[in-house]
């Protein structure tokens, strides 16, 4: 037996709810020794099989008593595709949603060379708006100035995709607008085309504008 035949024979269903048997039995039982996926399948429809029972009272019959009303959810029949579909979401995760969600976090932890680009107050003429190339997996950052005016207290920061959508939202600190502000945006929060950044100040009691402070714009591709 491969692994392929245990899968379209329902083995692992078939073994923990005691319908296999026999020479199929032990087949099934040397594939395991050397089949990890099986092993690890079985060990998780056995888990669930335990906690059903755990949830549920066990069933006890007689023949003046009619079964509980839950009593079909334990049969054999119910339990036999709930296993399999328990299997199915468990061998997704671990084939599909684990992998990637490794490979997301390995590469937001590994050091990597971002594109980006450096923003100067921004104006209506196309020729003037620079060009940022990102992938649609990864991120990109955007630099900008804030003309910093002794009037306000903080800088509240507003960054829109093409479709006028909000992207993201920050404040930023008198003193962080000091300097040139960087900001790490990924490139599945937004769209291709023309981004635009509006800077705004923020008064001491918290109000923000009137008017804005700066706006910038630019043009994202995603490879």
């Known amino acids: 037996m491969n692994h392929k035949d245990a899968i379209q024979e329902s083995s692992i269903e078939r073994y923990i709810l005691g319908e296999l048997n026999g020479p199929a039995r032990e087949r099934f039982e040397d594939h395991l020794f050397d089949c990890k996926e099986c092993a690890d399948d079985l060990k998780a429809g056995v888990v669930f099989l335990e906690a ?3 949830e549920l009272p066990a069933l006890a019959y007689s023949r003046s008593q ?5 009593a079909w959810i334990l049969s054999p029949a119910l339990l036999a595709p709930a296993l399999a ?6 061998g997704y995760d671990t084939t599909v949603v684990i992998p990637g969600a490794r490979h997301e976090a ?12 450096s923003l100067a107050a921004g104006t209506a003429r ?5 060009e ?6 990864g991120s ?18 507003s960054l829109y995709s093409p479709s006028g959508a909000l992207v993201w939202h920050g404040e930023v600190t008198a003193e962080q607008a000091k300097d040139t502000v960087t900001v790490r945006i990924p490139s599945a929060s937004t769209q291709a085309g023309i981004n635009r950044l509006i800077v ?13 402070l700066s706006r910038y714009q630019f043009s994202l591709s995603l490879d």
């Open 85 to 90: 579909a328990c299997l199915l979401v468990i």
């Open 126 to 130: 196309s020729e003037d708006i620079k």
């Open 140 to 157: 990109f950052f955007v630099s900008f100035d804030i003309p910093a005016q002794n009037s306000y207290a903080a800088y509240v920061c």
């Open 200 to 212: 705004e100040g923020k008064s001491p009691s918290g109000i923000i504008g009137p008017a804005e």
């Open 66 to 70: 009619k079964p509980a009303w839950y």
């Open 132 to 137: 940022v190339h990102a992938p649609r997996g």
């Open 106 to 117: 390995t590469q937001a932890s590994s050091p990597a060379i971002i594109n980006g680009v």
């Open 52 to 54: 059903s029972r755990d």
